[in-house]
């Protein structure tokens, strides 16, 4: 072999092996991280007795949707046996408008921020920006007064409104440091041409902002459909959403303990994120650079 093929293998020799020794750790974090996942799904595809008896590890020797079944529709949460739809479909109905109010809302603010600046402004983005850091337990007892006065207590609404509330700062954010280097000259350019507030943004900014606005719909979705502090602080019973419903079934000591119910229970709860990830996920990522970039 000449000194230069020797030179040429001695080069590729570690590269190769490099890449092998990444790619096999890869496959152990991968495989580490997807075994609790693994574990819960072919968990809640057998029976009890299959459970007891076998490797935990193992898949399933009989399925069974029986688990899943009753984890929808026969589940006993507290007092009732009616399973988690219920819980299920109040989530949604918190999550839909919370998301679309507090990314419209960031939008709006963000274009302000930007766009149609004002005296004071900066300390205005400050103080929203500082509201991100504010603790979830600091703002539980104002929360709670503010939806009594309002009469919201204990409400799919008044979730709606703590989340809405909560979330402005991050969608704010998100916005305006989209926005912040968006060409200015088209907005005067518009403003000479007689467009108003509303026309500016609805026909120029708007259409630009397809990235940003799906990083903020995954961002808000994935926080809210998660959360279970605010949701067992302010409602409770047949209002309460779909974490804290799980929460109630998995801790309940009574009667015999399902774990595959438990664990089909708790697959429902995180498919819908799941979900909105696999749909949206590379628009997810496009979003984060792009603001990246502009910001």
Not at 46 to 63: F, N, T, V, Y
Not at 155 to 180: M, P, Q
Not at 222 to 249: H, K, Q, R
Request: charged share 10%; with cysteine.
């Amino acid at each position: 072999m000449s000194t230069r093929e020797s030179a040429i293998a001695t080069a590729a020799g570690p590269s190769l092996m490099n890449r092998v020794v990444i790619y096999g750790l890869l496959v152990i974090f991968a495989a580490i991280y997807l075994t609790p996942l693994f574990v819960m799904l072919s968990t809640s595809f057998k029976s009890l007795d299959e459970i007891r008896g076998g490797d935990i590890l193992a898949l399933p020797r009989d399925p069974t949707i029986e688990p899943w079944l009753r984890a929808w529709g026969s589940a006993c949460i507290g007092v009732t046996c009616e399973g988690i739809k219920g819980y299920f479909w109040n989530s949604f109905r918190m999550v839909v408008p919370a998301v679309l109010i507090s990314t419209a809302l960031g939008a709006l603010n963000g274009y302000v921020l930007t766009k149609w600046r004002f005296p004071g402004h900066r300390v205005v983005f400050g103080l929203m920006l500082f509201a991100c850091f504010i603790p979830f337990q600091s703002v539980l007892i104002p929360m709670a007064r503010v939806l009594g006065q309002l009469g919201l207590s204990n409400s799919t609404a008044g979730l709606v409104l703590v989340h809405v509330v909560y979330g402005l700062g991050f969608t704010t954010l998100f916005f305006r440091n989209y926005y912040e280097s968006f060409p200015g000259e088209l907005v005067q350019s518009a403003q000479m041409d007689g467009a108003g507030f509303f026309t500016i943004f609805w026909r120029i900014l708007l259409p630009s902002s397809a990235p940003i606005i799906v990083v903020c719909v995954i961002y808000q979705f994935t926080n809210i459909w998660n959360d279970f502090l605010f949701g067992v602080s302010f409602a409770a019973g047949e209002s309460a959403p779909m974490t804290v419903a799980l929460n109630n079934l998995v801790s309940s000591s009574t009667g015999v303990k399902e774990y595959n119910v438990d664990m089909a229970a708790a697959m429902i709860a995180g498919l819908p994120t799941l979900v909105v990830y696999i749909v949206a996920g590379r628009y997810f990522m496009r979003g984060l650079m792009a603001g990246a970039v502009k910001g």
